[in-house]
């Protein structure tokens, strides 16, 4: 009987330790997996907050500041000022080249 407990002591501590490392739902793997998603949507939250405070800034410029709305709207809508003259460059398009006849 105590050769049984000798020997089914170290049995069980080299399969809980295995279950520890590679098994189960919170196996130290697992946890390091998750450790690195976090640290990756920690990344991703300072990436978002920094647009964020940048869309704020760019929406209480357009809100307070006219000379950022005039520039939005002149470049966006073309828009002008009475008296002047607005101009605007076309590229030609190029005219369609005849088509060759395959059957000659």
Not at 14 to 43: P, T
Not at 53 to 73: C, G, P
């Amino acid at each position: 009987m105590k050769r049984l407990a000798r020997l089914l002591l170290p049995v069980l501590l080299l399969v809980s330790l295995y279950y520890a490392v590679f098994g189960g739902e919170y196996s130290l793997l697992e946890l390091r997996a998750r450790r690195g998603d976090l640290e990756h949507e920690r990344v991703r939250l300072v990436e978002l907050e920094a647009q964020i405070d940048s869309l704020s800034a760019w929406t209480d410029s357009l809100r307070t500041d006219d000379h950022t709305l005039e520039r939005v709207a002149r470049e966006s809508f073309g828009m002008i000022k009475d008296g002047e003259t607005l101009y605007r460059f076309a590229v030609p398009e190029e005219p369609e080249a005849p088509a060759e006849d395959e059957t000659s």
